[in-house]
């Protein structure tokens, strides 16, 4: 099987005490590392936050007091996956 078709799973957000977001998923097999995209609308345009993530969790340190939403994908050594379903945290 291909990689591409195995975007992460199980994809959550929450805020923690701090007022960052916590993002967590489950690994992708095959996947050598992810990457994070956030949005600050739904659907997108996404930016890139990070890439070649080898963990399943991200700390995003954000600022404003808004909803923010994020995507994930999977990478092997020859392509990315397609993206995870949309989640959103609302910053209070």
């Given amino acids: 099987g291909n990689i591409v ?14 007022g960052q977001v916590s993002l967590n998923w489950t690994p992708t097999a095959r996947a050598a590392n992810y990457n994070v995209l956030r949005s600050n609308t739904a659907g997108g345009p996404y930016a890139l936050l990070a890439n070649v993530i080898t963990d399943t969790t991200y700390l995003d340190s954000v600022t404003n007091r808004a909803v923010y939403y994020y995507k994930i994908q999977a990478n092997d050594t020859n392509a ?13």
């Fill in 5 to 18: 078709s195995l975007s992460p799973l199980a994809f959550t957000a929450a805020v923690t005490n701090g």
């Fill in 80 to 92: 990315a996956s397609t993206f995870s379903s949309q989640v959103n945290v609302s910053i209070p």
